[in-house]
C-alpha cells in the first residue's frame, strides 16, 4: 500500500515539482552572490574612505608629531650640553689650583 503511493509521490515530484525546485537554488545562489559581491563593494568603499579621512591624517599628524618631539629632545639635548661645558669650566675656574675655593686635590 505505502510503496505504489511513494512511486506516484516520487513521479510528481519528478515531473511537475523538480524545476520549480532547481530553479528556485539557482536563484538564490545567484541572489547571494549578487548580495556578497555588494557586500565586499561596500565594505571597500568604506576602507576607502576610512583611510582617507581617519588613517591618513593620523600618520601625518604622527609624523608631525615626531618632527616636534625630536626637535624638542635635540635643543634639550643642546642646552644640557652647553650648561655642562658652562660647569665644568666654572669648576675648574673655582677649584683649580688658583682658584679661590682649592682645596689641594683637582
Known sequence: MVKPLH?????????NLWEP??????????????ASKRRGTYQAEN??????????PWKVRQVEEMT???????AQKTTS??????WKT????????????FTGRY
Not at 512511486?7 to 515531473?15: H, T
Not at 537554488?25 to 549578487?34: D, I, L, Q, V
Not at 650640553?81 to 658652562?86: G, Q
Open 7 to 15: 512511486d506516484v509521490y516520487q513521479r510528481e515530484i519528478e515531473l
Open 68 to 74: 616636534r618631539l625630536n626637535a624638542a629632545a635635540l
Open 90 to 101: 666654572a669648576k675648574r675656574f673655582l677649584y683649580g689650583p688658583r682658584g679661590p675655593w
Open 21 to 34: 525546485i532547481n530553479r528556485y537554488w539557482a536563484e538564490c545562489y545567484e541572489a547571494c552572490k549578487a
Open 47 to 56: 576602507r576607502r574612505i576610512f583611510n582617507q579621512k581617519i588613517v591618513m
Open 81 to 86: 650640553s652647553h650648561i655642562k661645558k658652562r
